[in-house]
């Protein structure tokens, strides 16, 4: 495992929102909100917690170990409520309710090893190491996430709260190389605000791992995936009401008949759409007790397609 990426997670939590909105939520300074987005510089510890509580994401996964979760909730208890058709998460324990005692919990973290056996493991200098010990400094978020991980606990629970323990990997293992994986953010099928999936940022219900080889032998870029609940029966027999199916945000034209995620009154559902030789198309309902919708030539482009689906329980 090594440390990258944090830029562009974090570009990801702050989603739709401006730049200037989210620092002066979080409480950081704009121009180094920008450095951190750059990958100009990485942030300290305490200020890296400011940005997660901000985004309502956890540190794990901002600094890239282990699964990711939205904070507040439990991303492995997912469940749905078939008479309203909504995902529901139960309440989680693992929020970091406050930043603080961070120096107690590094001590905790290395139980019976020497600090100069740990710092070793962690390549960080002995001195640093006893700083931290002390409470004198913070680390940075890359060297608490190099801490976290040797001692295999949640960065999220060395910041101040949530679980000690380090979140397994999606096969079962308790440690392991994640970068065989690749998490794609589940969210709620509901949008909120103008057009676009920028508007999906503050939606994220939970991340779903995939094994990365298979991404890229589909030659899909993950930054460009999301995937969603199907709501509804419309498309039974080829996708009930539950199922949750990927999408791709780079093929979001209607150049193939195929299965996409439209826009329809604030609401994402699956449809097959198909191009007709007019230059009309149709949104197609698998469910025959629905009708098929016929858009005229110059309604076309008014569709509103989020992406195409590919991937359900296989690639489509």
């Known amino acids: 495992m ?11 939590a702050i989603g739709g929102e401006t730049i200037y909105s989210f620092a002066k939520k979080s409480g950081i300074s704009e121009p ?15 200020k890296a917690w400011k940005m997660a509580v901000t985004a309502n994401v956890s540190l794990d996964w901002l600094a890239g170990k282990g699964a990711p979760h939205v904070i507040q909730q439990s991303s492995s208890m997912v469940s749905l409520d078939h008479n309203s058709q909504r995902l529901s998460i139960p309440p989680g324990d693992g929020a970091v309710k406050e930043f603080g005692g961070f120096s107690a919990r590094l001590k905790k973290a290395l139980g019976d090893e020497t600090p100069h056996a740990f710092s070793n493991k962690c390549a960080i200098a002995n001195s640093s190491l006893y700083s931290y010990l002390k ?8 060297r608490a996430w190099k801490m976290a991980v040797v001692a295999n606990v949640s960065l999220d629970w060395l910041a101040g709260g949530g679980c000690k323990e380090s979140q397994p990997d999606q096969n079962g293992a308790g440690s392991g190389d994640n970068d065989a994986y690749v998490y794609i953010p589940l ?3 509901v949008l909120r605000g103008r057009k676009g999936p920028g508007n999906l940022s503050a939606n994220v219900l939970t991340h779903l791992a995939f094994p990365a080889d298979s991404l890229h032998k ?7 995936l999301l995937a969603i609940p199907v709501m509804g029966d419309s498309m039974a027999g080829i996708l009930n009401a539950g199922d949750i199916v990927m999408i791709d945000l780079e093929r979001n034209q209607l150049d193939a008949d195929a299965l996409y995620v439209i826009r329809l009154n604030d609401q994402l559902y699956a449809k097959r759409l198909q191009r007709l030789s007019d230059g009309s198309a149709c949104i197609i309902n698998e469910n025959k007790a629905y009708r098929d919708v016929l858009v005229t030539k110059a309604q076309v482009n008014d569709i509103d397609i989020m992406g195409r689906v590919i991937w359900t329980s296989s690639w489509m």
């Open 2 to 12: 090594k440390f990258d990426g944090f830029n562009q997670r974090l570009r990801q």
């Open 32 to 46: 180094l909100l920008r450095k951190y987005l750059s990958g100009e510089s990485v942030p300290s510890l305490e």
């Open 135 to 142: 409470g004198r400094v913070v680390p940075n978020i890359e």
């Open 187 to 189: 969210y709620e099928p």
């Open 218 to 224: 589909q030659k899909l870029c993950p930054q460009q």
